[in-house]
């Protein structure tokens, strides 16, 4: 059964401090990881998607990297805008194209 | 450029009464999908339909009723609501990169 798994479920970043979030997954054959960004309120908005290991891609102060196993979205010197819930998620073998979803990372960039 | 148009964004229902929410894309995308997000739990796929005239379960279908319409129209439908269908629901579409909708808060009470 496909899995996604992201950690930490919250993080507190000031602003400029660089971190990481990690999404981990379990899929029969890896169709492409995607990472998408949700404000309160709102539906997600597409960030990246990664095909194979060693991809990667980047948008602004926004990383993303694959491995055979997880991927991470780094962020380099975040400020208050980049607060948000991230999600990632894989593409659901049983369910044609439809994504399996994380539970998100909760991100809060204070000044 | 509207993208995906969901309808309404806010209701409030009884218990036993009936709705449907309306999703629209004007993307010519083939695949849509219906989602709920509730605290938690992530996002969970309802149904989806793969291209018009299809249409196929997903995680947690039981509840739940929807039609393709055409190409553009996506609706979901509930038959009689009760509290547990409490939570966000959001439509999207894709050719391989889904679009959202911003989505339907549902309350039942």
């Known amino acids: 059964e496909d899995q996604v798994t992201q950690s930490p479920e919250a993080l507190r970043l000031q602003e400029g401090e660089s971190s990481s979030l990690n999404c981990s997954y379990t899929?029969?054959?890896?169709?492409?990881l995607f990472w998408y960004r949700q404000d309160p309120g709102k539906g997600p908005e597409f960030l990246f998607t990664l095909y194979s290991a060693g991809e990667e891609k980047e948008k602004e102060r926004l990383k993303a990297t694959l491995t055979k196993k997880e991927s991470f979205l780094h962020i380099t010197a975040p400020k208050p805008e980049d607060s948000a819930t991230y999600l990632c998620?894989?593409?659901?073998?049983?369910?044609?194209?439809?994504?399996?979803f994380g539970k998100g990372t909760s991100l809060l960039v204070t000044p | 450029n509207a993208g995906v148009t969901q309808t309404p964004k806010f209701q409030v229902l009884k218990t036993g009464q009936s709705m449907t929410l309306q999703c629209a894309q004007d993307m010519n995308h083939n695949s849509m999908y219906w989602y709920r997000q509730d605290p938690g739990m992530g996002l969970r796929l309802i149904y989806y339909s793969a291209s018009e005239g299809t249409t196929d379960k997903g995680e947690v279908p039981n509840g739940y009723n929807v039609s393709r319409l055409n190409k553009r129209e996506f609706s979901l439908r509930l038959e009689s609501a009760a509290p547990s269908q409490t939570s966000v629901y959001f439509c999207a579409s894709s050719d391989r990169v889904e679009t959202f909708g911003s989505g339907t808060r549902l309350t039942v009470v």
């Open positions: 899929v029969s054959g890896l169709r492409g």
């Open positions: 998620a894989v593409h659901n073998s049983n369910s044609g194209y439809a994504l399996n």
